[in-house]
């Protein structure tokens, strides 16, 4: 009798608090998800210049390669993916830092990180060579061709290979976040009714 009226008492609150935190927790995991996504193809960008694009020019005419670096200055699928990775990456981290209360927080805050070095490495070498090719003019009308593509392909390329290697930390950041935070709900709900 009396071990009945004291268990409801103590298992209501544990419940209502459970509760409460999966609505608050409600955007981490959406949050998370699309983070991981437009990460992965901010990647996927850099990561294709790494292994194919930037190799494959590397054997073209001086001419060539200054006409379609300038060309894909001129695509705004770039900035868009660029910048949907710096605005989610932030919207998850802060979320799962208010909800989360575990290791996975730590993950999310990794890839925040590792994202902000190679978002500097972007806006501080590959855009403003970007600028500087652009700036060249016309191609047909460019005295030195050879000059513009040297002052643009080395540090450009190389930057591009870090970045890809910090982005593709930053995917695999975020895809552990997002797997510790899938189950802690699980690992919570199965603790008290593992408890006689």
């Not at 660029?82 to 802060?94: N, S, Y």
């Not at 070095?117 to 806006?123: C, E, G, S």
């Amino acid at each position: 009798m009396i071990g009945h009226a004291i268990r409801p008492p103590m298992a209501e609150p544990a419940r209502s608090a459970a509760s409460r935190d999966a609505g608050g927790d409600r955007w981490t995991a959406p949050a998370l998800t699309a983070a991981l996504v437009s990460m992965g193809l901010v990647n996927g960008l850099c990561y294709t210049f790494a292994v194919a694009v930037m190799p494959n020019l590397a054997g073209a005419d001086d001419r060539t390669f200054v006409a379609t670096m300038q060309r894909f200055n001129q695509n705004p699928v770039f900035q868009i993916t660029f910048t949907a990775a710096m605005v989610l990456t932030p919207l998850a981290a802060v979320l799962h830092r208010r909800h989360g209360r575990d290791v996975a927080v730590r993950w999310t805050i990794a890839a925040l990180v590792l994202y902000g070095i190679a978002l500097a490495l972007t806006f501080g070498i590959n855009v403003p060579l970007n600028d500087q090719i652009d700036r060249a003019g016309d191609p047909d009308h460019i005295v030195n061709l050879a000059h513009v593509r040297d002052r643009f392909e080395g540090p450009w390329v190389a930057a591009n290979i870090v970045r890809t290697l910090l982005t593709t930390a930053a995917v695999a950041a975020l895809a552990r976040a997002l797997f510790l935070h899938g189950r802690r709900p699980s690992d919570r709900s199965a603790g008290p009714s593992a408890t006689p």
